[in-house]
């Protein structure tokens, strides 16, 4: 268990994802499993980054507090999960926090462009619902309860 669930402090997922069916399947995935306080969805790498930079309507660190882990799709309107990958690590004060690509592409060079940005980890989404709700649940045992972060 990490440091802040053992205060009591709500885990903080930010899931980057543009497809609703996705993302529905995510958030549910995780809250069946019980690994997750709040999840806060966004469906372009544009909004993204300001939730992360904490800009505009996500100014307020109380309301848009800084995630525990970022879940980023790759293909994203307006803004690409690369560049928002590559964004978050460049940043001193983001850099450390775990960016899992969960992604439906299986591409060499995708898995090489988010590994030569430092990701966290690559997942290509299952097809399979079983699968799915299972890579769901062990997803998040192993960012949030397992994983002891720096």
Same mark, same amino acid.
């Given at each position: ?11 903080? *997922?930010? @899931?980057?994802e543009d497809d609703p069916d996705h993302a529905?399947? *995510? *958030?549910?995935?995780?809250? #069946? +499993?019980?690994?997750? +306080?709040r999840i806060h969805h966004v469906s372009d790498?544009?909004?993204?980054? !300001? ?16 995630? =525990? @882990?970022?879940?980023?799709?790759? %293909?994203?309107?307006? &803004?690409?999960?690369?560049?928002? @990958?590559?964004? *978050?690590?460049? #940043?001193?004060?983001? %850099?450390? &926090? ?11 060079? !995708? &898995?090489?462009?988010?590994? !030569? +940005?430092?990701? +966290?980890?690559? @997942? ?5 619902? !079983? ?6 649940? #062990? ?9 002891? =972060?720096?």
């Open positions: 268990m990490t440091e802040s669930q053992m205060q009591g402090e709500a885990v903080q *997922i930010l @899931l980057v529905e399947l *995510i *958030i549910r995935g995780l809250q #069946d +499993n019980g690994v997750a +306080n790498g544009e909004t993204a980054l !300001d939730y992360l930079f904490q800009r505009g309507e996500y100014a307020d660190a109380e309301t848009s507090p800084r995630p =525990h @882990l970022v879940l980023l799709d790759l %293909r994203l309107p307006k &803004i690409d999960g690369l560049e928002v @990958l590559r964004e *978050i690590k460049a #940043d001193e004060g983001l %850099r450390r &926090i775990p960016v899992v690509v969960l992604t439906s592409s299986a591409a060499e060079s !995708d &898995i090489a462009g988010a590994g !030569d +940005n430092y990701v +966290n980890s690559y @997942l290509v989404k299952p097809v399979e619902f !079983d699968e799915f709700r299972r890579m769901m649940r #062990d997803l998040g045992f192993y960012w949030l309860v397992w994983n002891q =972060h720096p």
